[in-house]
């Protein structure tokens, strides 16, 4: 079995590889440069003088110096709040596998992809294209587990300080439907904001518009459980790229329940979304005509996308790559910090070591970073800071092969990642049923690595709060069966972990040759 001692020499032997090679093409260069200054040297007419002259290459003045060696990267050690990180301490509190959506997609937008097209994360997407009303007069899909969703195309008038969109449809076939829908992508909280959506009949007067707008327009709520970073992106921030990406930022969006901190917060992927003014819904006196407005997020599972559910295909390999462009991260063909770095040979395998404020903590924190040392890598640690900078973060996290941490919400950081980095996912006992649905799946997903820990009884304070003939610890089943809130009470809210480095150290060898 593998041992510290293998690790941490396989990271030596790599280095001095580096090492080794790095004085090899010095050498080999030298000697290149010797051959042409001898062979020229040697070109000369024999009745030349035998006097070495210093010969100096001519350069071109378009021709870029050279500088020798490349520039330090910028020291990106900076740390995040508690909130950015894993406000809270919460943990998803639904639907512990998902639920899989309705087949096919609510709407009648037409901008479909032409064959062999997809998105790649990055811009250059289908260019969007009118929607076209359907045949019927209903406008509202609300058959989907995890969400409702109206589509209205052709004349749709907000009303955002009544929360309320009309749809003008033609002809005026309606018998004055109307909707009570809640606006994000998690319809089973009985708080999220809700928005009425109306089709008016013959005999209804449509309001006047205010203001006419050419561009589609999304009307969506903020709220539910968001706070936690975990939530910010399932609930939100994937299914507004899911609904929104498409239209490549000509899109405007009216935000009911609005909260500040989040759009500024997440203001660079918010720019990446539209190019116009994000509208407050509720305190909007308007009447704003749009000739395609949407009503509601899409979404296909916890922090996931099923790539056969909606027209586009998105991946969330493609959702990875659209956060990484969003805040400037380099593209996707760059490889991680470590192997993009090969002239350096000192450089080790970076991981950030996310630790939790409350629950789910490190008891044995020192030795994990002793031990993390050990086994060759450069440990970045992540503390709670309330004035940390969320853009920072980002990029310290891009200069890290790999992010470490106990099961919980801090471990979403993994979508500023680059391919082929590595997710070290420690899973507290008694939750593992759990484990790769909310972070297993959606890391391979978007082409990171993953390495999930499960931690054994004695490495949980549960065993010594309640011993080992406690159902807790013998029979974790019975306490799932128990329901949602047994499990949060005991293994989510009761538990820390002493993380045994001795047994977690294979884990740690798997991570090394994946970044390797």
């Given at each position: 079995?593998?041992?510290?001692?293998?690790?941490?020499?396989?990271?030596?032997?790599?280095?001095?590889?580096?090492?080794?090679?790095?004085?090899?093409?010095?050498?080999?260069?030298?000697?290149?440069?010797?051959?042409?200054?001898?062979?020229?040297?040697?070109?000369?007419?024999?009745?030349?003088?035998?006097?070495?002259?210093?010969?100096?290459?001519?350069?071109?003045?378009?021709?870029?110096?050279?500088?020798?060696?490349?520039?330090?990267?910028?020291?990106?050690?900076?740390?995040?709040?508690?909130?950015?990180?894993?406000?809270?301490?919460?943990?998803?509190?639904?639907?512990?596998h998902?639920?899989?959506?309705?087949?096919?997609?609510?709407?009648?937008?037409?901008?479909?992809?032409?064959?062999?097209?997809?998105?790649?994360?990055?811009?250059?997407?289908?260019?969007?294209?009118r929607?076209?009303?359907?045949?019927?007069?209903?406008?509202?899909?609300?058959?989907?587990?995890?969400?409702?969703?109206c589509e209205?195309?052709?004349?749709?008038?907000?009303i955002?300080?009544s929360?309320?969109?009309?749809?003008?449809?033609?002809p005026?076939?309606s018998?004055?439907?109307?909707?009570?829908?809640?606006?994000?992508?998690?319809?089973?909280?009985?708080?999220?904001?809700?928005?009425?959506?109306?089709?008016?009949?013959?005999?209804?007067?449509?309001?006047?518009?205010?203001?006419?707008?050419?561009?589609?327009?999304?009307?969506?709520?903020?709220?539910?459980?968001?706070?936690?970073?975990?939530?910010?992106?399932?609930?939100?921030?994937?299914?507004?790229?899911?609904t929104?990406?498409?239209?490549?930022?000509?899109?405007?969006?009216l935000?009911?329940?609005?909260?500040?901190?989040?759009?500024?917060?997440?203001?660079a992927?918010?720019?990446?979304?539209?190019?116009?003014?994000?509208?407050?819904?509720?305190?909007?006196?308007?009447?704003?005509?749009?000739?395609h407005?949407?009503?509601?997020?899409?979404?296909?599972?916890?922090?996931?996308?099923?790539?056969?559910?909606g027209?586009?295909?998105?991946?969330?390999?493609?959702?990875?790559?659209?956060?990484?462009?969003?805040?400037?991260?380099?593209?996707?063909?760059v490889?991680?910090p470590?192997?993009?770095?090969?002239?350096?040979p000192?450089?080790?395998?970076?991981?950030?070591?996310?630790?939790?404020?409350?629950?789910?903590?490190?008891?044995?924190?020192p030795?994990?970073?002793?031990?993390?040392?050990?086994?060759?890598?450069?440990?970045?640690?992540a503390?709670?800071?309330?004035?940390?900078?969320?853009?920072?973060?980002?990029?310290?996290?891009?200069?890290?092969?790999a992010?470490?941490?106990?099961?919980?919400?801090?471990?979403?950081?993994?979508v500023?990642?680059?391919?082929?980095?590595?997710l070290?996912?420690?899973?507290?006992?008694?939750?593992?049923?759990?484990a790769?649905?909310?972070?297993?799946?959606?890391?391979?997903?978007?082409?990171?690595?993953?390495?999930?820990?499960?931690?054994?009884?004695?490495?949980?304070?549960l065993?010594?709060?309640?011993?080992?003939?406690?159902?807790?610890?013998?029979?974790?089943e019975?306490?799932?069966?128990?329901?949602?809130?047994?499990?949060?009470?005991?293994?989510?809210?009761?538990?820390d972990?002493?993380?045994?480095?001795?047994?977690?150290?294979?884990?740690?060898?798997?991570?090394?040759?994946f970044i390797?």
């Amino acid at each position: 079995m593998w041992s510290a001692k293998a690790a941490k020499s396989m990271v030596k032997r790599r280095i001095c590889r580096r090492r080794f090679g790095a004085l090899f093409a010095a050498a080999l260069v030298a000697a290149v440069v010797a051959l042409v200054v001898f062979s020229d040297l040697f070109a000369q007419d024999p009745n030349a003088s035998s006097q070495f002259n210093t010969l100096r290459p001519v350069r071109d003045a378009s021709e870029p110096r050279e500088t020798g060696q490349s520039p330090n990267k910028e020291d990106l050690a900076t740390v995040t709040s508690d909130q950015e990180l894993d406000a809270g301490n919460s943990e998803p509190n639904q639907d512990f596998h998902g639920t899989k959506p309705a087949a096919g997609e609510g709407g009648t937008a037409t901008a479909v992809p032409a064959q062999g097209e997809r998105s790649t994360g990055e811009s250059g997407l289908v260019p969007y294209t009118r929607c076209t009303p359907g045949t019927g007069t209903t406008v509202c899909d609300l058959s989907n587990q995890r969400y409702d969703i109206c589509e209205l195309c052709g004349d749709a008038r907000t009303i955002g300080h009544s929360s309320t969109v009309m749809y003008v449809p033609q002809p005026r076939a309606s018998n004055g439907e109307e909707w009570s829908v809640p606006a994000q992508s998690r319809k089973s909280l009985p708080w999220i904001k809700k928005v009425t959506v109306k089709s008016l009949n013959a005999s209804q007067l449509e309001p006047s518009c205010t203001s006419r707008h050419s561009i589609p327009a999304i009307v969506f709520a903020l709220g539910g459980f968001t706070g936690n970073i975990w939530h910010d992106v399932s609930d939100v921030l994937l299914p507004l790229f899911l609904t929104v990406h498409q239209f490549d930022r000509d899109v405007q969006l009216l935000v009911t329940n609005n909260q500040p901190w989040f759009i500024k917060k997440y203001s660079a992927i918010f720019h990446r979304l539209t190019k116009h003014e994000i509208i407050d819904f509720d305190a909007d006196k308007q009447v704003r005509c749009y000739p395609h407005v949407i009503v509601g997020l899409r979404s296909h599972r916890d922090f996931g996308i099923d790539p056969n559910a909606g027209t586009h295909n998105y991946t969330m390999l493609d959702f990875r790559l659209f956060v990484r462009e969003s805040y400037g991260l380099p593209a996707s063909e760059v490889d991680i910090p470590y192997r993009a770095d090969k002239d350096d040979p000192e450089r080790k395998p970076r991981i950030i070591l996310i630790e939790r404020g409350k629950t789910r903590r490190f008891m044995n924190a020192p030795e994990v970073l002793q031990g993390l040392d050990w086994f060759g890598f450069e440990v970045v640690k992540a503390d709670p800071r309330i004035d940390s900078n969320l853009d920072e973060f980002v990029r310290l996290v891009d200069s890290c092969d790999a992010i470490m941490g106990v099961h919980g919400a801090g471990l979403t950081n993994m979508v500023f990642l680059r391919s082929g980095a590595v997710l070290v996912h420690i899973v507290p006992y008694g939750i593992e049923f759990m484990a790769d649905g909310f972070y297993g799946a959606p890391a391979r997903d978007m082409g990171l690595r993953h390495v999930q820990y499960s931690i054994s009884p004695d490495e949980s304070t549960l065993l010594e709060k309640y011993g080992w003939n406690h159902t807790v610890i013998k029979d974790p089943e019975a306490i799932r069966n128990s329901g949602w809130e047994k499990v949060g009470e005991f293994y989510m809210s009761a538990q820390d972990v002493v993380l045994n480095m001795t047994r977690f150290g294979s884990s740690l060898l798997k991570a090394i040759e994946f970044i390797m």
